[in-house]
């Protein structure tokens, strides 16, 4: 009975339990490494920045046929693309600039700091710039 409880209240579907099949993933999973990895992001890091365990990055690039709709908007934001290019429903334009840089991603989060902060960071800024490689 205990068994059925547990079960019954786990939050993931069974298949994502035990190891990862030997199997190839699925065109959305596909598609979802693809942009991770131009995003140049791990499956940590693109988990830690949409607010989810790193074990379901994993599933979800493995054998998800789909993705949760109130997932869809922050995977789109963190990988720089739009929602219709994560379901396949739109090419990756080639004109377009893609994800963002690790470095401009940095400077988004330095843009969000208190004044005082950002004019700490100007400063290293300045002076790593200045210096003459010693």
Known sequence: MQYTLL???????????GRPPNTPPTPLGARLAALRKTA?????QLALAVGIPQRTVSFYERQADHLPSDLLPKLARVLG??????LGLEAVQGNKRGPKSKLE?????????????QQFVSKLLDQ???SKGD
């Not at 079960?7 to 339990?17: F, H, I, L, T, V």
């Open 128 to 130: 790593l710039l200045t």
């Open 81 to 86: 693309v739009s929602i219709e290019v994560i």
């Open 40 to 44: 140049s992001l791990s499956q940590s």
């Open 105 to 117: 991603r940095q400077f988004e989060a330095i843009n969000q700091l208190p004044r005082t902060r």
């Open 7 to 17: 079960a019954q209240s786990w939050p993931y579907p069974a298949e994502m339990a």
